[in-house]
């Protein structure tokens, strides 16, 4: 972005937007719903457009990034497995070279560490092969470094093949959503926090229409246009503001364990299992990360609480909302042998700790420390199939993201310009 667009407002300016609390104010131009970098993306590119524009982001929790931003693995995803051609190969593929060039603007650590995709048996590497041909659709660079060079590169690691991603990295995502937050408030963008939505209208009007918000606390705010990166809340914010959708956000838990500080050399690489189709994510993978731990991790298990980082967190109203809605019985019927393979890896370490000695078979119990995890919005359509893609929701009036899950961190900044430009074709 141009750097003359963050010094329009002074840094005590700034400060008086940046507050919670009750709020009534005139009109502004754009309300941004969810401040992970999804949300801040766009409103960092409607600035870009226009930098005159009154925005709002309003945020529920009380910082930046509280959410799926702020609890995944800090990749930077190069765009390997995504179908050639969809918005996720698309947009990950520009979001890699764009995430990079705001680090480095703006200092945000980051390292382009490299990804090595490792193949254990003949299967797999029969679907490596599939891997590698994807790759070159969407216009990623790899190499297939075999079996030799991955002894080479990471001598605790062991496979038949590997295929190896150069341009794929490491960087700390709650750090940049930070970073970003701060560089639009300087730019005179209000962040309000504490603000969680609960009513959206919107209304036709001489002159043009305009979308009210009114917050739990009996804040309320006008604009023009309203756009919704709400991610875990992504559907009862669209239901909210009356938008018949054919999904629901079922939360899947993925969780993580850190290995000890002494085993914070065992791999120099990202370290990812091929694939299995049977299953519906990437599997358990070794991550080092900007902050130089090595995690192993996640799996994929149902999560009882959308929000609910902490082991054993329950929330009776998320539970039930999954549990009334036929699409999620259909998902669950499809895929039972997964749901149970990954139910037990959670409650039993050593199921996990078989899954990573498929390819790291020096890992021992005492290896699985400190345990953390991350919750994936999963939108679910009614017939019980996963939506693969990015997938937006809008009105006259609003834009809202109904799915984002990962590489939506990698991508935000080109979603943010894909969203503002829709919204101003709109205008």
């Given at each position: 972005?141009?750097?003359?667009?963050?010094?329009?407002?002074?840094?005590?300016?700034?400060?008086?937007?940046?507050?919670?609390?009750?709020?009534?104010?005139?009109?502004?131009?754009?309300?941004?719903?969810?401040?992970?970098?999804?949300?801040?993306?766009?409103?960092?590119?409607?600035?870009?457009?226009?930098?005159?524009?009154?925005?709002?982001?309003?945020?529920?929790?009380?910082?930046?990034?509280?959410?799926?931003?702020?609890?995944?693995?800090?990749?930077?995803?190069?765009?390997?497995?995504?179908?050639?051609?969809?918005?996720?190969?698309?947009?990950?593929?520009?979001?890699?070279?764009?995430?990079?060039?705001?680090?480095?603007?703006?200092?945000?650590?980051?390292?382009?560490?490299?990804?090595?995709?490792?193949?254990?048996?003949?299967?797999?590497k029969t679907r490596l092969d599939?891997?590698?041909?994807?790759?070159?659709?969407?216009?990623?660079?790899?190499?297939?470094?075999?079996?030799?060079?991955?002894?080479?590169?990471?001598?605790?690691?062991?496979?038949?093949?590997?295929?190896?991603?150069?341009?794929?990295?490491?960087?700390?995502?709650?750090?940049?959503?930070?970073?970003?937050?701060?560089?639009?408030?300087?730019?005179?963008?209000?962040?309000?926090?504490?603000?969680?939505?609960?009513?959206?209208?919107?209304?036709?009007?001489?002159?043009?229409?305009?979308?009210?918000v009114r917050s739990a606390d009996?804040?309320?705010?006008?604009?023009?246009?309203?756009?919704?990166?709400?991610?875990?809340?992504?559907?009862?914010?669209?239901?909210?503001?009356?938008?018949?959708?054919?999904?629901?956000?079922?939360?899947?838990?993925?969780?993580?364990?850190?290995?000890?500080?002494?085993?914070?050399?065992?791999?120099?690489?990202?370290?990812?299992?091929?694939?299995?189709?049977?299953?519906?994510?990437?599997?358990?993978?070794?991550?080092?990360?900007?902050?130089?731990?090595?995690?192993?991790?996640?799996?994929?298990?149902?999560?009882?609480?959308?929000?609910?980082?902490?082991?054993?967190?329950?929330?009776?109203?998320?539970?039930?909302?999954?549990?009334?809605?036929?699409?999620?019985?259909?998902?669950?019927?499809?895929?039972?042998?997964?749901?149970?393979i990954e139910l037990k890896n959670?409650?039993?370490?050593?199921?996990?700790?078989?899954?990573?000695?498929?390819?790291?078979?020096?890992?021992?119990?005492?290896?699985?420390?400190?345990?953390?995890?991350?919750?994936?919005?999963?939108?679910?359509?009614?017939?019980?199939?996963?939506?693969?893609?990015?997938?937006?929701?809008?009105?006259?009036?609003?834009?809202?993201?109904?799915?984002?899950?990962?590489?939506?961190?990698?991508?935000?900044?080109?979603?943010?310009?894909?969203?503002?430009?829709?919204?101003?074709?709109?205008?």
């Amino acid at each position: 972005m141009n750097g003359s667009v963050f010094a329009l407002h002074s840094a005590g300016e700034a400060a008086d937007r940046a507050t919670s609390g009750k709020v009534r104010r005139d009109m502004d131009d754009y309300l941004v719903i969810g401040a992970g970098l999804v949300g801040l993306a766009t409103a960092r590119a409607i600035l870009e457009k226009i930098p005159e524009a009154r925005i709002t982001v309003l945020e529920k929790a009380s910082d930046v990034a509280t959410g799926q931003t702020g609890h995944n693995s800090g990749v930077i995803h190069a765009g390997i497995y995504y179908a050639p051609g969809s918005l996720k190969a698309e947009l990950c593929r520009q979001g890699r070279i764009e995430t990079v060039e705001f680090c480095e603007r703006y200092g945000v650590p980051y390292s382009l560490v490299g990804k090595l995709i490792v193949a254990t048996d003949q299967t797999a590497k029969t679907r490596l092969d599939d891997l590698e041909r994807r790759s070159i659709e969407n216009r990623i660079v790899v190499e297939r470094i075999g079996a030799g060079g991955l002894a080479e590169l990471e001598p605790n690691v062991q496979g038949v093949d590997a295929l190896l991603s150069p341009t794929t990295g490491i960087v700390d995502y709650r750090r940049m959503a930070s970073v970003m937050g701060d560089e639009l408030v300087k730019a005179g963008v209000t962040l309000r926090f504490n603000a969680e939505v609960v009513s959206i209208v919107e209304e036709d009007g001489i002159g043009g229409g305009v979308v009210r918000v009114r917050s739990a606390d009996g804040g309320e705010w006008a604009a023009r246009h309203l756009v919704a990166c709400a991610g875990l809340q992504a559907d009862r914010i669209a239901g909210i503001a009356g938008i018949d959708i054919d999904f629901r956000i079922v939360p899947f838990r993925g969780e993580y364990f850190d290995l000890p500080p002494e085993r914070n050399d065992f791999v120099s690489h990202l370290i990812y299992p091929v694939p299995d189709p049977s299953m519906p994510f990437l599997g358990v993978h070794i991550s080092p990360t900007i902050d130089g731990r090595v995690t192993v991790g996640p799996n994929a298990v149902l999560g009882w609480s959308r929000e609910g980082y902490r082991r054993g967190s329950v929330r009776p109203s998320d539970v039930l909302d999954f549990a009334t809605y036929g699409g999620f019985w259909k998902m669950a019927s499809r895929n039972l042998r997964p749901a149970v393979i990954e139910l037990k890896n959670s409650l039993l370490k050593s199921g996990y700790l078989q899954e990573c000695r498929k390819y790291a078979s020096t890992l021992t119990m005492k290896d699985l420390g400190a345990r953390s995890a991350g919750i994936r919005a999963q939108a679910v359509r009614r017939d019980g199939s996963f939506i693969e893609d990015f997938q937006f929701e809008s009105t006259q009036r609003q834009i809202h993201v109904g799915n984002a899950p990962s590489p939506a961190a990698t991508s935000s900044i080109p979603i943010g310009r894909m969203i503002a430009e829709r919204m101003f074709a709109r205008a």
